[in-house]
């Protein structure tokens, strides 16, 4: 599958939007509205809070500070390109 061009990040996003992807066991990420949002898991896996970022970048430097950095940017990356979770 040919994959398509692609100009910023919001651009990207919005390719998935209403979509969520899960980036550890205890974070997954959305995107509606033109806002990123990180959401904290339980240990059954039900989001037990959610926070809100304007950008991937401000979102990236929170995962990074929770020790989620290493898998969160590959997977937003593969995620917001090819829809893979």
């Known amino acids: ?3 398509k061009t692609i100009k910023s ?8 939007l ?3 992807i899960r980036v550890s066991a205890k974070h997954s990420i959305s995107f509606n509205n033109g806002v990123f949002t990180s959401h904290e ?3 059954t896996g039900e989001v ?10 401000d979102l990236h430097s ?5 020790g989620e950095c290493g898998n969160a940017v590959m997977n ?7 829809g893979e979770a």
């Open 18 to 20: 209403n979509q969520r």
């Open 1 to 3: 599958m040919k994959k």
């Open 76 to 82: 937003v990356a593969n995620f917001l390109l090819e």
């Open 62 to 66: 929170t995962l990074c500070s929770l």
């Open 9 to 16: 990040v919001t651009e990207m996003a919005h390719l998935k």
């Open 48 to 57: 037990c809070a959610s926070m809100e970022y304007p950008s991937l970048i």
């Open 41 to 43: 898991h339980d240990e």
